[in-house]
């Protein structure tokens, strides 16, 4: 059985390099940045209350467990030198990404048996997850790549459990390190955890068209 190596050199290296690039001050066109974002925004599946829905969501891989607090704290750390004047917010956030995410280095840390998402709606995906967590994510990169991922959605929301959440919080640490800051929305955006149980290649290629990947994590 193909391993599954193929998907995550995909998914999480299309996004690592353009991170370094971008962090190395290299070009990148419009064209292969947008391109990167296939590797980025899968379709999330969900049935229940809500009826059969697919939404479009940002996904991002994560640390494993023991990196996570040290993560968000450097996240955090970075997020609070925020100031709307200060034109170099976004370079300095790339450094962080890249030493505690995306560096050669770093990569020992990353998680590869779930990734994380936001819930910026609450409407259908998040009734459906609440009631029924069989989740499939759905990637596609014209104009043959695709890959499947099928596992099961969990949800951390501090506003309906009242206690600190720290998948919710790093999450959207993640997004705000590069990208203007705002802390007080933090509590409106619950967390997605998808943990992968099968990955599949429905490419448009020999080796795809639903071909299941051996995943040994």
């Known amino acids: ?88 917010y976004s370079m300095r956030g790339l450094e962080v990404l890249v030493k505690y995410m995306y560096g050669e280095e770093a990569r020992k840390r990353v998680d590869f048996t779930k990734v ?14 609440k009631a029924n967590p069989e989740a499939t994510l759905i990637f596609y990169q014209p104009p043959a790549i695709s890959y499947e991922l099928r596992g099961k959605m969990e949800i951390y929301d501090e506003m309906e459990s009242g206690k600190r959440e720290i998948y919710q919080q790093f999450i959207n640490a993640q997004h705000d390190v590069y990208h203007h800051p705002d802390m007080n929305r933090w509590l409106s955006y619950p ?22 990947l051996q995943y040994p994590y």
């Open 116 to 129: 994380g998402s936001l819930e910026m709606a609450k409407k259908h995906s998040y009734e459906n997850y």
């Open 191 to 212: 967390a997605y955890i998808f943990r992968i149980e099968e990955i599949y290649d429905n490419s448009a290629t020999k080796d795809g068209f639903g071909v299941q």
């Open 1 to 88: 059985m193909k391993t599954a190596e193929s998907f995550f050199r995909w998914a999480f290296n299309t996004r690592a390099e353009s991170v370094l690039k971008l962090h190395a001050g290299q070009m990148v066109t419009p064209e292969k940045m947008f391109l990167s974002f296939c590797s980025h925004d899968p379709a999330f599946v969900s049935y229940g209350p809500a009826g059969l829905n697919a939404s479009i969501k940002g996904i991002g891989f994560m640390p494993k467990d023991e990196y996570l607090e040290e993560t968000l704290e450097a996240y955090i750390k970075h997020i609070k030198t925020w100031d709307p004047e200060d034109k170099t």
